[in-house]
Each structure stands twice: as structure tokens, then as C-alpha cells.
């Protein structure tokens, strides 16, 4: 079974910088893209980056890209998502996702991804 488990939100003034972190365990196939989301409240789920199961390849949403990059650790299982420059439009819970793929694959659509964590709350203030 499948298990991802986010932590490191938190509260943060703005122009601060976080870093997330998602454990994964359980994984049955050979290669994952891992993909970051986030929900704030009255919103749609958003997508914020994607990376490969490989590393080399990563996507980024428009609206932090230059600010947030996403890195991976396949001996340590564990995604990151470090959040630089960050602004109360990034107030929102953190979801991380895994989806069996080819190792060069990133996806940005959240319906494709099949396994979710449980979330991690990250707010900035002004």
C-alpha cells in the first residue's frame, strides 16, 4: 500500500521560504512522477510541480516558477518542495501525489495521480 506523508508547513511571514517534505513507502512499480498541489479554502485544487521518478525533469506551474523547486531523494524516499520568496497568495494545504509512470514522466493533472498524502498547511502572512 501505498503511503506518502507530508510535513514542514507552517506558518511564514511573506517573502520567507519553507521547505516540505513527502515520505513515500510502498510503492509497487518500478518509477513514480511525484507531483505537488495545493488547495486554499474556496479554491480549486491547483497544481504547483511535478518531478520524475529519474529527477532530470521537472514542471512547474506559472505562478511559482523562479520561486518554488521541487527535488527528490530515492534513497531516502523523499520529495521536497522548497518554497523561496513566498506571498499570502501561497496560503493553501500542500498536498503531495504519486503516479506510476515512465521514469522521464512529470504530469500536472491531478486526476491522473493515484496516490495522495493526507496534506500539510503551509500560510503566509503579510
Known amino acids: 500500500q501505498v503511503q506518502l506523508v507530508e510535513s514542514g508547513g507552517g506558518l511564514v511571514q511573506a517573502g520567507g521560504s519553507l521547505r516540505l517534505s513527502c515520505a513515500y513507502s510502498?510503492?509497487?512499480?518500478?518509477?513514480?512522477?511525484m507531483g505537488w498541489f495545493r488547495q486554499a479554502p474556496g479554491k480549486e485544487r491547483e497544481f504547483v510541480g511535478s518531478?520524475?521518478?529519474?529527477?532530470?525533469?521537472?514542471l512547474y506551474a506559472d505562478s511559482v516558477k523562479g520561486r518554488f523547486t521541487i527535488s527528490r531523494d530515492n534513497v531516502k524516499k523523499t520529495v521536497y518542495l522548497h518554497m523561496n520568496n513566498l506571498t499570502p497568495e501561497d496560503t493553501a494545504v500542500y498536498y503531495c501525489?504519486?503516479?506510476?509512470?515512465?521514469?522521464?514522466?512529470?504530469?500536472?493533472?491531478?486526476?491522473?495521480?493515484?496516490?495522495w498524502g493526507q496534506g500539510t498547511q503551509v500560510t503566509v502572512s503579510s
Open positions: 501525489a504519486a503516479k506510476p509512470t515512465m521514469s522521464t514522466a512529470v504530469e500536472s493533472n491531478w486526476g491522473r495521480y493515484d496516490n
Open positions: 510502498g510503492l509497487i512499480f518500478s518509477s513514480y512522477c
Open positions: 518531478v520524475s521518478w529519474s529527477g532530470g525533469h521537472t
